[in-house]
């Protein structure tokens, strides 16, 4: 009966994903038709900076406010990424278009005055969506290839000198020329949103008379046609100056269909010396890739064919390099536990930039998806907790341990517990600071849920499963009492050793880092995924051959204490990597603040030491794989 029923759940679990499959969609996925005169509304984001690193909420500045301010809803990694949507008093209709459309009449006073001015000089860009498309402003390069690239945002003010005054004056953008291109269905009358681009200026309104609702404005007139343009007299920012708030509304139809128009976003300054240097990275790692894949093959062949033809009593006693230590290589290292844990993360990790970057090439994690990469990235970390639970946990009873729970605990709160804790006091700092980057009370509850309701519960079944299997056998016997190591040539110094082998892992993956570092810090997009995979499959190979070769000379030097040396050696890959981001921070931002540079430092601290745990892993299984494989293939007595 057992059967019968089981086909009838799986059936029925089926039919319900396909009918939900039908009624859900990726946000920003689902075209939106709009007809002549529909409303369009302007929703606002966060304020940001790439000097301070801080972002802000739109209404964090005294703008126009509409009647009432609706919060949209955020995923995860929205509020991670300190995204505050909000509505926005910009609302205007489909292929209407404005001219001089007053939002707002706003007289500053001196705390008002000192907010502006605070923003414009750390140089704050206003964020804006519509359609879930950002706004972007045309900035003019006559050594790009169209001739323009696409800013995100526009910037709050700019600083300046009247002509003929050496004093510095701050400036407001306070009249916005939006252009809506939209693409539109010849069949029916609809029109789909393509771009959404702004041109700002600052411009000293004028009128006659007193102000009341009705009144019209002599510098720019949708009576009398009369544009603004950048000749007009700047709004200045100052305590008591009046400022009024205009924007334009123009409608360019574009030949851009609807699927295309991230293009001109991702687009944005992609030149091809960047594809050049990438390919250029990946061949020279794939070249020497294949020379230390060549090296090995030859000499351990010639090695295994000798030592297995020795045949005289006299030959078998003078054996010299690796096999000498057969009965020392398999003896368990000086605080195995720590390594059982730090493996169970690692392999942790590996499940989940693998699956994230899966999901991401296939086009799930797209930009017009905001914050779907790293809410992805939390949601897998959580289920991979099953595999660490279960590598620590065997590799453990390999090394003859018995206190599973022991291990399965420290898997579960050693790696997120020092990440954890860093980012609290980073998010201390941001709330000082009143920055809407800092997570909510209820953000972070929900976090610690995630890591205590559902990773430590599936670290502790992906251990019991690891547990319960039969422990992982070595190919030769260990001796009883260990062998002495003989002195090292200075080569072979195991920090010498350690800090060669990061080299090239590192060496394969700087130039996307430069990438992946811009888009973090200089808020771009980052949609290279595809060649992100691509770089990350040659991450793994060179880290698995640099510490097979390593570990080969240091076993060859008959020195067996290859356990923990093999994960050093490709880990060491992150202190480069955290020696990359301090230059990067000197040579490429702007950052003024000091909590500005401790939580570029705080995160980039996290960041190494996850890369430190992932390459350790993939260095110690290719280490453990070529041990294993060379001891057994060769005939010991």
Request: hydrophobic share 45%; with cysteine.
């Amino acid at each position: 009966m057992a059967g019968p029923k089981r086909v009838v759940l799986i059936i029925s679990v089926f039919v319900l994903l396909v009918h939900y499959s039908h009624c859900f969609y990726l946000p920003g996925v689902a075209p939106q038709d709009f007809q002549k005169g529909d409303e369009l509304k302007v929703k606002v984001n966060k304020l940001t900076s790439t000097k301070t690193q801080l972002p802000y909420s739109y209404y964090s500045l005294p703008y126009c406010k509409p009647d009432r301010i609706v919060d949209s809803a955020e995923n995860l990694g929205e509020v991670l990424r300190g995204d505050r949507i909000e509505n926005s008093p910009y609302v205007f209709k489909m292929r209407e278009p404005l001219m001089c459309n007053v939002v707002c009449r706003l007289t500053l006073n001196k705390k008002t005055a000192d907010e502006f001015k605070e923003k414009i000089n750390d140089e704050y860009w206003v964020n804006m969506i519509l359609d879930n498309l950002p706004l972007v402003a045309p900035i003019r390069r006559p050594d790009q290839e169209n001739g323009i690239v696409y800013q995100q945002g526009f910037l709050v003010g700019v600083r300046g000198q009247y002509a003929g005054s050496k004093e510095e004056k701050h400036f407001i953008h306070n009249h916005l020329a939006f252009t809506v291109k939209y693409h539109k269905d010849p069949q029916a009358e609809t029109s789909r949103i393509v771009g959404f681009e702004v041109k700002p200026f600052s411009v000293k309104h004028e009128y006659e008379g007193d102000w009341s609702e009705k009144t019209r404005l002599t510098t720019c007139d949708p009576h009398a046609k009369r544009a603004v343009t950048n000749s007009e007299s700047p709004q200045e920012v100052d305590d008591k100056k009046e400022i009024i708030f205009t924007y334009d509304v123009e409608f360019q139809e574009s030949d851009v269909k609807w699927a295309s128009r991230w293009d001109t976003y991702l687009l944005m300054a992609d030149d091809q010396i960047h594809w050049f240097s990438i390919v250029n990275s990946l061949m020279i790692v794939v070249f020497l890739s294949g020379m230390v894949a060549m090296i090995m093959l030859r000499t351990l062949y010639r090695d295994i064919s000798k030592y297995n033809q020795l045949e005289t009593q006299e030959e078998a006693q003078e054996e010299t390099g690796w096999k000498l230590v057969h009965g020392d290589v398999f003896r368990p290292p000086a605080n195995s536990d720590l390594l059982c844990v730090y493996v169970g993360t690692g392999v942790q990790f590996f499940g989940m930039f693998l699956v994230t970057m899966i999901f991401a090439v296939l086009g799930f994690l797209s930009p017009s998806n905001r914050g779907g990469l790293m809410t992805a990235m939390l949601l897998v970390w959580i289920f991979m907790g099953l595999l660490a639970g279960y590598a620590s946990a065997r590799l453990y009873k390999m090394f003859k341990g018995t206190e599973w729970k022991k291990i399965t605990l420290k898997t579960a709160f050693m790696f997120p517990g020092i990440c954890f804790a860093i980012f609290f006091v980073l998010n201390a700092l941001i709330w000082g600071e009143k920055s809407s980057g800092a997570v909510p009370f209820g953000t972070m509850f929900a976090l610690v849920f995630l890591w205590f309701g559902i990773s430590v519960p599936l670290v502790f079944v992906g251990s019991y499963i690891g547990f319960r299997k039969p422990a992982i056998e070595d190919p030769v016997k260990t001796n009883k009492i260990p062998r002495q190591i003989p002195e090292q040539p200075w080569y072979m110094n195991p920090i010498f050793s350690i800090l060669i082998g990061g080299i090239l892992p590192f060496g394969a993956i700087f130039i996307e880092l430069f990438f992946i570092l811009t888009s973090i810090w200089l808020h771009q997009f980052y949609y290279l995924f595809g060649f992100l995979l691509l770089v990350f499959l040659i991450l793994i190979v060179t880290c698995a051959e640099i510490t097979i070769v390593l570990c080969y000379f240091q076993l060859c030097s008959e020195d067996y204490l290859w356990w923990w040396r093999s994960y050093l050696t490709s880990g060491s890959s992150a202190l480069y990597l955290f020696l990359y981001a301090a230059f990067y921070f000197f040579t490429k931002l702007e950052i003024s603040k000091p909590v500005s540079g401790i939580l570029y430092f705080g995160y980039m601290l996290i960041a190494s030491y996850a890369f430190f745990v992932l390459t350790g892993t993939i260095g110690f299984y290719a280490c453990f794989w070529f041990t294993r494989l060379i001891y057994s293939s060769v005939k010991i007595d």
